[in-house]
């Protein structure tokens, strides 16, 4: 019996084992959370601390930036006209190449076409 006995005890022990090793994955995951957590408190504080630092920095060189923002308009405009005025010269061009294409139509059978054909049919 002393046997039986051992065997019990061998197996109450690897049970236990096992409850403390699924224990010990369990608090180990609960730390990695709650070092998560912590770790996007320290992230959420710190972009906030550069975003006021950056906001700051903004309104001492400026204000909302309103003069480099009429800049960047204007260039932005002077740009769209350009832009247009070459829309405008070239689009008739552009019209008269493709309609130039559309209607070239060649009568000519490929070459590769006529072999392809003989070598399927036979030389007729």
């Known amino acids: 019996m002393s046997n039986q006995s051992g065997i ?7 049970t236990r084992a096992s409850q403390i090793v699924a224990e010990a994955r369990m608090a ?13 408190e320290l992230i959420d504080a710190y972009r906030g601390e550069k975003q006021e630092e950056f906001n700051n920095r903004v ?13 960047l308009q204007a260039e932005t405009n002077n740009e769209i006209q350009i832009m247009q005025g070459q829309f405008q010269r070239n689009a008739q061009k552009a019209v008269d190449v493709l309609l130039s294409k559309c209607c070239e139509v060649s009568l000519e059978v490929p070459s590769a ?3 392809s054909t003989q070598k399927q049919y036979g030389d007729l």
């Open 8 to 14: 019990q005890e061998l197996m109450a022990a690897e």
């Open 28 to 40: 180990r995951g609960d730390r990695m959370k709650q070092a998560k957590t912590d770790a996007q």
């Open 59 to 71: 309104l001492a060189a400026g204000g909302s930036g309103g003069s480099a923002s009429a800049k």
């Open 113 to 115: 076409r006529v072999r």
